[in-house]
């Protein structure tokens, strides 16, 4: 399987900013290789939201929202996904979620390497508050 270790969120005033990470790992072995990371959002009585996703070709979509204020990175290394958020706003706050996509694992190293089980892998959440 694969899990998902989030970080990064917390209070803080409009205009403020907050960066997120998110590092996969595999349980057990390691990850080769993740084809797309990225973040959602969800505020009570609303749908997840996009917020951000890259490919392992630095492929980017953002949701329109955040476009301008938000960068996505990656380090495939550390299977890790960051979220940079400037001049937060209010509008901001929710939940934020990691995903990550296609993901290729090697249960040992004398196994073959193989995609994982699940499509698609989610973390936890951590909460993001924009106030003042």
């Known amino acids: 399987q694969v899990q998902l270790a989030e970080s990064g969120g917390g209070l803080v005033q409009p205009g403020g900013s907050l960066r997120l990470s998110c590092a996969a790992s595999a349980v057990p072995g390691s990850i080769v290789r993740i084809n797309d990371m990225g973040w959602y959002r969800q505020v009570p009585g609303k749908q997840r939201e996009l917020v951000a996703r890259?490919?392992?070709?630095?492929?980017?979509n953002y949701g329109d929202s955040v476009k301008g204020r938000f960068t996505v990175s990656r380090e495939n290394a550390e299977n890790t996904v960051f979220l940079q958020m400037n001049s937060l706003q209010p509008e901001d706050t929710g939940v934020y979620y990691c995903n990550v996509q296609r993901v290729w694992m090697q249960p040992d190293q004398d196994a073959p390497v193989r995609c994982a089980p699940e499509y698609e892998y989610w973390g936890q959440g951590t909460q993001v508050t924009v106030s003042s």
């Open positions: 890259i490919s392992i070709d630095d492929n980017i």
